[in-house]
């Protein structure tokens, strides 16, 4: 198990997406996130599927067809889209994703590029968060379509204008409702 190293990559994310948090006026969010990553449940799941260069919960679904740390975790975290799946009514789906607030959308936005500047630090470009999400796009079809469009556009933007314009418009147009 490597204790120390799984707290280090989780605090350096915490501490990152805190920051840009911060920045863009989000600070209860930024002061909260994953903290339940500290949680029992999430931390020692991380601690033993530990890699340094991807999310420990890849590992644990590898290993055992599930992650008890991701459902654990994304239950208690509102910026991941899964939060916001609820059974459907008049659809042609059991479940269905409903819209995401702005606030969260946002935050998850920050964690994307907290989680791509941590994981992969040398490499790390603006684009990274948009290539990640576009690999898995086409199989997010529970995600609220207003959702994956808010998110690609943030994201795209980011790829194309840069992180110091991307944060400004996020913070004095989206997250007013402009």
Sequence with gaps: MRVWQH?????????????????????KQGLLHDLSKYSWTEFSVGCKYYQGDRSPNNAEREATGLSTSWIHHYGRNKHHFEHWVDYG???????????????????????RISASR??????????????????SKDKLWFVHEKTNEDLELLLRMLAERGEKETLKYIKHVYLKGK
Aim: charged share 20%; net charge positive.
């Design 118 to 135: 941590n994981y992969h630090p040398a490499t790390y470009t603006d684009s990274a968060p948009l290539e990640y999400f576009l690999k």
């Design 89 to 111: 009514i008049d659809c042609d789906t059991i479940i269905q994703g409903v819209p995401m607030p702005r606030k969260y959308i946002a935050e998850m936005v920050m964690d």
């Design 7 to 27: 707290f280090k990559t989780i605090t350096r994310h915490k501490l990152l997406v805190m920051s840009y948090c911060f920045k863009i006026g989000l600070y």
